[in-house]
């Protein structure tokens, strides 16, 4: 018999950092080389037989709540999902350093506001995926860095993570910052200069690559389940 498999919906919210690998100022959505849509191509090469879609619904300057310079929050970006009836989609909730930088790095406050997002996303969708936040490189603020490992803490405490992808890919050696090589060729236009302008807080190709594949390796298998 030939074998037949249930397609599948991938959704996914976050901010700039699963954006784009690019400062890139003249677009208005998320480019292709950001590792929803290279995991979207990663999935049909593991698993060719499930018809696959990843939906980057991520905004710039997203927290749980609110946004930088009043960019949609990750709240607003779920509503429209929960009003086109996600019945049967997963959802990707990919926790957000803005959430810490909105609320002066209070780890408690920015945990509260993520749960409340995922309580109205959870009764909506088939599964709901929580990954790490990832890491800021050694460059970048080290109190940032080191509320993101107490954020991830209360992930792993409240059993929000999977065992699978319990940490980022891109967190180094120290446990804390994230490995040079996933955030030194971040281009920041801003910085109107030739050459890569890493800010030390956006993964670059290299880094977005990295979650895809490991976020491929990881579904793959719950994927392959689809088929009978």
Do not use: K
């Amino acid at each position: 018999m030939p074998v037949v498999c249930e397609p599948l919906e991938i959704v996914v919210i976050g901010n700039s950092t699963d954006y784009w690998p690019n400062f890139v100022t003249e677009i208005d959505e998320p480019t292709d080389d950001a590792w929803p849509a290279l995991l979207g191509v990663e999935l049909a090469r593991l698993v060719p037989d499930v018809a696959v879609t990843v939906d980057n619904e991520s905004a710039l300057g997203a927290g749980y709540d609110g946004g930088l310079y009043g960019v949609p929050s990750m709240r607003d970006q779920l509503h429209p999902l929960l009003a086109s009836e996600p019945d049967g989609r997963w959802l990707v909730i990919a926790p957000s350093v803005v959430d810490l930088q909105l609320r002066a790095r209070d780890v408690d406050a920015s945990f509260t506001a993520f749960e409340r997002l995922l309580a109205e996303a959870l009764p909506a969708f088939e599964r709901v995926i929580v990954l790490p936040m990832n890491p800021v490189a050694e460059e970048f603020d080290p109190v940032i860095a080191d509320a993101i490992v107490a954020f991830n803490t209360r992930l792993a405490d409240g059993a929000y993570l999977a065992d699978d992808y319990a940490v980022s890919p891109l967190v180094g050696v120290d446990g804390v910052t994230g490995r040079p090589e996933f955030y030194d060729d971040f281009d920041d236009g801003r910085a109107d200069s030739p050459g890569p302008d890493p800010d030390f807080l956006h993964p670059d190709n290299d880094g977005h690559l990295a979650i895809a594949r490991a976020m491929g390796a990881w579904l793959s298998g719950d994927l392959a389940a689809r088929c009978r």
